[in-house]
């Protein structure tokens, strides 16, 4: 297969052709190796295929999750996204936390349209596997119960895991609790909870001689820390999330509010605009959505009559047609509420609600808005959003494909993205099964126009 136009890395861009083998890899790149397959013109960006290393798919060995996202439906939203890999966390009903439950999970993602990289738990009783792979340390809870109780506990689980790969979600969880009764979702989950956190991950990494990462990285202050930690040599990577890029406190109203709550909490603008700057300067590594695939009636319950609250509890047992018509429904009285009942309505915003959000679908068309709006080269996004993640994992490949680069010898996988051709998000055009977008309603100025992953078009 030959694929012609204007392919971007993390390192330059070229015009011309790039040839792909049978087996999936990149075997030559130039300017007339012969016929091209594929022809993309001068609106079109080929990036070497992204990768989304912070996802939630919800299957595992239990299945009881399946309503929220199978492995096949997240990879549906992936391909719908331009992403050919995606790293999968570990928060599962029976989470991956030895060598056997990683290999049952893992037997459930073999043959997906993408690939899949999978975390490993940490909890407090857990030791490392035997082969290396990714680790996720939740310091506070979040959601499921893999998590630590304080900075101690977690301490003498990660002295087991010296030098290994450890991904911290940072949000100091003795914080979290006193901050429990505030007001809103942002205050339950404040800043301070996620530099405190920061800094005892960093201690943690430092001491350990671990390879660390931070998850879903929210505040702008906090990557002072960061960059203070990479001056002096740490081996730490950051993540930070589109939807904490695209949106702060100041957009919070009464109608997006359980839509936009999640796990850490959005900042202030200054944070936003620290993000970015930091996404330019290197300090932050990657976007990765955390992708959340909770159902609209999950994201509603707070709005709904006592006897919808209680099928809530069942989802698990519902079919999958009962729960698309249990979506409606809670769509529904949301918007009969609102008008209504404004003030009660109103009064519901700031209850605690399912954190998280479904943003794999969106991920590449979001780079446009980085683009075209913030004013990042195609070099800057192919860094973040192909090669960074691609260093990431390809350090857990057993097999010798390569993710990262538009280059011989790496894999032919590759995100076509028309910059001039916007995509308007509808609920309707999202492939997770979650159903909904926080983007649902705008505009994006360029859409994903191929996938290709190993040699194929998707
Ligand atoms: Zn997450």
């Given at each position: 297969m030959i694929l012609e136009g204007n392919f971007y890395n993390h390192d330059g861009r070229f015009k011309g052709q790039v040839k792909c083998n049978d087996q999936g890899i990149i075997e030559a790149m130039g300017e007339s190796l012969g016929q091209a397959d594929f022809a993309f013109g001068e609106d079109e960006l080929i990036f070497p295929g992204m990768g989304d290393i912070h996802i939630h798919?919800?299957?595992?060995?239990?299945?009881?999750?399946?309503?929220?996202?199978s492995f096949a439906t997240a990879a549906a939203a992936a391909v719908n996204g331009g992403v050919v890999h995606v790293a999968d966390m570990p928060n599962n009903p029976v989470?991956?936390?030895?060598?056997?439950?990683?290999?049952?999970?893992?037997?459930?993602?073999?043959?997906?349209?993408?690939?899949?990289?999978?975390?490993?738990?940490?909890?407090?009783?857990?030791?490392?596997?035997?082969?290396?792979?990714?680790?996720?340390?939740f310091m506070g809870p979040s959601i499921g119960d893999l998590f630590f109780k304080s900075q101690s506990e977690l301490e003498t689980t990660i002295e087991r895991y010296r030098g290994q790969h450890v991904s911290f979600h940072c949000e100091d969880p003795h914080i979290l609790d006193i901050s429990k009764n505030n007001a809103t979702h942002s205050d339950r989950r404040p800043r301070g909870a996620a530099n405190t956190a920061t800094a005892f991950a960093l201690y943690l990494i430092e001491k350990y001689e671990l390879k660390g990462k931070l998850c879903h990285f929210s505040t702008g202050d906090g990557l002072e820390l960061v960059r203070a930690a990479k001056a002096r040599g740490v081996s730490v990577t950051v993540e930070t999330t589109p939807q904490q890029l695209y949106w702060d406190t100041s957009v919070l109203d009464d109608d997006n509010k359980p839509w936009l709550q999640m796990n850490p909490a959005f900042r202030d603008e200054i944070d936003r605009k620290g993000l970015l700057a930091g996404l330019l300067d290197g300090t932050v590594d990657y976007i990765a959505t955390d992708h959340a695939p909770h159902r609209i009636c999950e994201k509603l319950g707070r709005y709904q009559p006592i006897e919808i609250q209680k099928k809530l509890s069942g989802l698990s047992s519902m079919s999958l047609e009962?729960?698309?018509?249990?979506?409606?429904?809670?769509?529904?009285?949301?918007?009969?509420?609102?008008?209504?009942?404004?003030?009660?309505?109103?009064?519901?915003?700031?209850?605690?609600?399912?954190?998280?959000?479904?943003?794999l679908d969106t991920y590449g068309a979001f780079t446009t808005w980085l683009m075209e709006d913030q004013n990042f080269t195609p070099e800057q996004v192919a860094k973040v959003t192909?090669?960074?993640?691609?260093?990431?994992?390809?350090?857990?490949?057993?097999?010798?494909?390569?993710?990262?680069?538009?280059?011989?010898?790496?894999?032919?996988?590759?995100?076509?993205i028309n910059k001039n051709k916007p995509w308007t998000v509808d609920n309707n055009d999202i492939q997770s099964r979650s159903g909904w977008s926080p983007f649902h309603g705008a505009t994006f100025p360029g859409s994903v126009s191929a996938v290709f992953h190993l040699g194929k078009k998707l």
């Open positions: 798919a919800r299957e595992d060995e239990t299945g009881t999750q399946l309503y929220k996202e989470p991956p936390v030895d060598d056997q439950s990683y290999a049952n999970k893992c037997a459930k993602c073999s043959d997906e349209k993408v690939h899949f990289t999978l975390y490993a738990g940490i909890g407090p009783d857990t030791n490392p596997l035997t082969k290396t792979v990714p680790y996720k340390a009962e729960i698309a018509e249990l979506d409606e429904i809670c769509l529904k009285n949301f918007e009969e509420l609102k008008k209504n009942d404004p003030e009660f309505f109103s009064s519901l915003a700031d209850v605690n609600g399912v954190s998280g959000t479904s943003q192909a090669f960074n993640p691609g260093e990431f994992v390809n350090q857990f490949e057993t097999t010798p494909v390569k993710f990262g680069q538009v280059a011989e010898g790496y894999a032919a996988s590759f995100t076509v």
